[in-house]
């Protein structure tokens, strides 16, 4: 399962990279475009982000992407899937979803909201949140932004997992 995932993102990547190069219509978040994401994730959070943690000899990590595709400019319907597990103490497979929109306020202040789930293995109660989020959109060539923003995610089951709030930072293409 992780060499099928990290296969699925290296391919996503290379085809990004590759069509990165046409803006023949419109701007990065014109009508039509696509958009490639990874995200710094949160590992109590079932993440479509990426991340990596060591406390204590113990790790956990995840990888993941989301992927959009702009249905009227500025405004891209997102899904996102993720993979992660741990040492020890968290040694279980976590398969994290995301399904939401992402808008593009002025073309450059992306604010998101969307459902992240995830299924970890041997848990009867997997965490799920309802998430919104704001930010930055940074955009070094018309193809690539660096999007630093905040986020806060509602448990929708609160009486397993706690609201979060989160910073992290994301890198997209958009071709």
Same mark, same amino acid.
């Given at each position: 399962?992780?060499?099928? !995932?990290?296969?699925?993102?290296?391919?996503?990547?290379a085809?990004?990279?590759?069509?990165?190069? /046409? *803006?023949?219509n419109?701007?990065?978040?014109?009508?039509?475009?696509?958009?490639?994401?990874?995200? +710094?994730?949160?590992?109590?959070? @079932?993440?479509?982000? !990426?991340?990596?943690s060591?406390?204590d000899?113990?790790?956990?990590?995840?990888? =993941?992407l /989301?992927?959009?595709?702009f !249905?009227?400019? *500025?405004l891209? !319907?997102?899904?996102?899937?993720?993979? =992660?597990g741990?040492? $020890? /103490?968290?040694?279980?497979?976590v398969?994290?979803?995301?399904?939401g929109?992402?808008?593009?306020?002025?073309?450059?202040?992306?604010?998101?909201?969307d459902? +992240?789930?995830?299924?970890? $293995? *041997?848990? *009867?109660?997997n965490?799920?949140?309802?998430?919104? @989020?704001?930010g930055?959109?940074?955009?070094?060539?018309? +193809? #690539?932004?660096?999007e630093p923003?905040?986020?806060?995610?509602?448990?929708?089951?609160?009486?397993?997992? /706690?609201n979060?709030?989160q910073l992290? #930072?994301?890198?997209?293409?958009?071709f």
């Amino acid at each position: 399962m992780k060499k099928l !995932i990290l296969t699925a993102v290296a391919a996503v990547f290379a085809m990004g990279v590759s069509n990165a190069q /046409d *803006d023949s219509n419109g701007g990065p978040t014109s009508e039509g475009k696509w958009l490639v994401e990874a995200n +710094t994730g949160n590992a109590v959070l @079932g993440s479509t982000g !990426i991340y990596f943690s060591s406390i204590d000899g113990e790790s956990t990590y995840n990888v =993941g992407l /989301d992927g959009g595709y702009f !249905i009227k400019d *500025d405004l891209a !319907i997102k899904a996102g899937l993720g993979y =992660g597990g741990g040492s $020890e /103490d968290f040694d279980r497979s976590v398969v994290s979803y995301r399904i939401g929109a992402k808008y593009y306020v002025k073309s450059m202040i992306p604010v998101t909201l969307d459902y +992240t789930g995830a299924s970890v $293995e *041997d848990l *009867d109660e997997n965490p799920s949140y309802l998430g919104l @989020g704001a930010g930055y959109a940074w955009f070094v060539s018309d +193809t #690539v932004s660096i999007e630093p923003g905040v986020r806060y995610n509602y448990s929708l089951n609160d009486d397993f997992y /706690d609201n979060q709030f989160q910073l992290n #930072v994301g890198f997209a293409l958009h071709f």
